[in-house]
């Protein structure tokens, strides 16, 4: 079974900090990758998309892509108490065309 | 208003029941999946469909089911035979095949939670 890796936390971040999340993966035919956001008790929202090796930007969030290293993450800088939350990466399985989440890493933005 | 929905919002099981969740969309998607989400826990497949009457079992299929008779449905029946149901449901969308090669976002219903009494 093709596995994401991802840090639990919690991470911890002063506001106004820049918040680093990394996630490894062991599909290395995967082309797509997501990151959601999910609040506790609620359902995961997609915040990011990347398809590309290097970076993309979308207001304060930035995803980076090194398809080489299997490696994908995403930066929130300017980090509000409101990102406090879970961020899960999920990588694209090309053979059943679905996504397979890590477990997630707990962010917690200290006012 | 364009979306996924989920009922119930909270479903309490007895022991030896079936029951059904329900998921429905109005994005005119084609691939519908189920997820189940443990606390604490990311999130693992269950079933997926990419195409009306057409699924395919997920990592954790056993004790489950489901249908795809309309585009816009895909209930999921919890059986007796799953021996651990509590747990947090959630149901996605996504444009599928009709996408391409590369995209497969898939977007989220508000999920729910079902408890075994």
């Known amino acids: 079974q093709k596995e994401v890796e991802q840090n639990s936390g919690p991470l911890s971040v002063p506001e106004g900090a820049i918040a680093s999340l990394n996630c490894t993966y062991s599909?290395?035919?995967?082309?797509?990758f997501f990151w959601y956001r999910q609040y506790s008790g609620k359902s995961p929202e997609l915040i990011m998309s990347?398809?590309?090796?290097g970076d993309k930007e979308d207001g304060r969030f930035t995803a980076q892509l090194n398809k080489a290293s299997q490696y994908v993450s995403l930066l929130i800088r300017d980090s509000q108490p409101s990102d406090s939350a879970t961020y899960l990466c999920?990588?694209?399985?090309?053979?059943?065309?679905?996504?397979?989440f890590g477990s997630g890493t707990r962010l917690q933005v200290q006012p | 208003d364009g979306g996924i929905t989920q009922s119930p919002k909270y479903l309490f099981r007895k022991e030896g029941q079936n029951v059904t969740l329900s998921c429905e969309q109005n994005?005119?998607?084609?691939?519908m999946y189920w997820y189940r989400q443990d606390p604490g826990q990311g999130l693992r497949l269950i079933y997926y469909?990419?195409?009306?009457?057409?699924?395919q079992k997920g990592d954790i299929a056993e004790g489950y089911s489901v249908s795809r008779e309309k585009k816009e449905s895909f209930p999921l029946t919890v059986t007796s035979a799953q021996k651990n149901p509590t747990a947090f449901y959630l149901c996605?969308?996504?444009?599928?095949?009709?996408?391409?090669?590369?995209?497969?976002?898939?977007?989220f219903g508000p999920g729910t939670r079902l408890t075994v009494l």
């Open positions: 996605a969308s996504s444009m599928g095949l009709r996408a391409g090669g590369l995209t497969n976002e898939q977007f």
């Open positions: 599909d290395r035919v995967s082309q797509s």
């Open positions: 469909s990419q195409i009306v009457n057409d699924f």
């Open positions: 994005l005119n998607h084609d691939a």
């Open positions: 990347i398809y590309s090796n």
């Open positions: 999920a990588p694209r399985d090309t053979g059943r065309r679905a996504l397979t």
